[in-house]
C-alpha cells in the first residue's frame, strides 16, 4: 500500500553518488507523492531510461515491489532491471521468480552496482566475473555470491540526492539545518 510518512531516500542517494560520475542519473521516488499506476508509468516513459534500479527496504514490502517491476516492465518493455536492497539479500530465491527483474544485487551493491552497469554497457557483457549479482543465463540462475563487506566505509561517498526535492521529506522545522538551505 501506500505510506503517509516519508523516509529519506538513503540508498538512492548512496547508489547515485556512487555512479553519477559514469552515468546519467534521474531519482525518483513514488511513494514521495503517492503517486498512481499511471502517474508511474507516465514518469517512466517520459524518462526513458536504459537501466532501471530499485532498491528494497523491507520484506514486509516483497508484493509492492513486484507491483513496482511490474509497471517499470509494462511501462518500459525492453528496459534493464536491476533490483537491490534488502529482499535479493534477504529471500534472493523467492525475488528470482519474478520475471521481470533482470538482476538482483546481493549485499552491499554501493560498488558493485557501478561496475554491473560499466559491464551493461559493454557490446558483450560479461558479467559472471562481478560479485554479489543474480540474473538468469539461459533460463538457469546464476547467483555469484558477495565477497565480505566494504571494509573501508570512507570509500563510500556521501549520498546525492541528485533531482530529488529533499526539502519535501522530514521535518519543515528543520528547513535550514545545515547543508539544507535552499
Known amino acids: ?5 516519508k523516509l529519506y531516500p538513503y540508498s538512492l542517494g548512496i547508489l547515485n553518488a556512487c555512479i553519477k560520475n559514469n552515468f546519467n542519473t534521474e531519482l525518483f521516488d513514488p511513494n514521495y507523492d ?3 499506476d499511471n502517474e508511474i508509468i507516465e514518469t517512466l ?7 532501471v534500479g530499485i532498491s528494497t527496504i523491507s520484506t514486509e ?3 509492492q515491489v513486484k507491483h513496482m517491476n511490474y509497471l517499470i516492465r509494462k511501462a518500459l518493455p525492453k528496459v534493464i532491471i536491476i533490483e537491490g536492497g534488502t529482499l535479493p539479500s534477504v529471500v534472493l530465491h523467492a525475488v ?3 520475471k521481470n527483474v533482470d538482476y538482483w544485487m546481493i549485499g552491499e551493491g554501493e560498488f558493485n552496482f557501478l561496475q554491473l552497469l560499466n559491464e551493461l554497457n559493454k557490446p558483450k557483457p560479461n558479467i559472471s566475473n562481478i560479485k554479489g ?3 538468469y543465463e ?7 555470491v558477495p ?21 519535501g521529506y522530514g521535518n519543515q522545522l528543520l528547513k535550514y539545518a545545515q547543508g539544507m538551505a535552499p
Not at 1 to 5: A, I
Open 45 to 51: 516513459r517520459k524518462s526513458n531510461p536504459d537501466v
Open 133 to 135: 549479482v543474480a540474473y
Open 138 to 144: 539461459h533460463g538457469e540462475p546464476r547467483i555469484i
Open 147 to 167: 565477497e565480505g563487506y566494504i571494509e573501508n566505509l570512507d570509500s563510500v561517498p556521501f549520498a546525492d540526492y541528485g533531482n530529488l526535492d529533499m526539502m
Open 61 to 63: 514490502y516483497m508484493e
Open 96 to 98: 528470482m521468480e519474478d
Open 1 to 5: 500500500g501506500k505510506r503517509s510518512w
Open 34 to 36: 503517492n503517486s498512481s
